[in-house]
């Protein structure tokens, strides 16, 4: 991630608004001390939707329907003298 001082993004703000969104994130510094960081819209919304529900990941797979063996094998492992 780059790095600006904020005079140099006030100075170049085009440039930084461009780069954040070709080339990713850009950190803004005040006084040396990372600030704010710029991002593409895009990147913005992925970042903030909110997470996705287990169940409905399951209903949105591309295996939903598909004809899986998930019978249990009940035969045993080893013999144990107890």
Do not use: C
């Not at 904020?6 to 040396?32: C, M, W, Y």
């Not at 949105?60 to 009940?74: C, F, Y």
């Amino acid at each position: 991630m780059a790095a600006w001082q904020l005079q140099d993004a006030k100075a170049r703000l085009s440039e930084l608004v461009k780069r954040a969104r070709n080339v990713g994130p850009q950190e803004i510094r005040v006084h040396g001390e990372p600030a704010v960081v710029v991002l593409a819209h895009q990147e913005y919304l992925r970042l903030t939707q909110p997470p996705t529900r287990f169940v409905d990941f399951i209903r949105k797979s591309p295996l939903k329907g598909a004809k899986l063996d998930v019978s249990r094998d009940r035969s045993p492992v080893r013999d144990v003298d107890l």
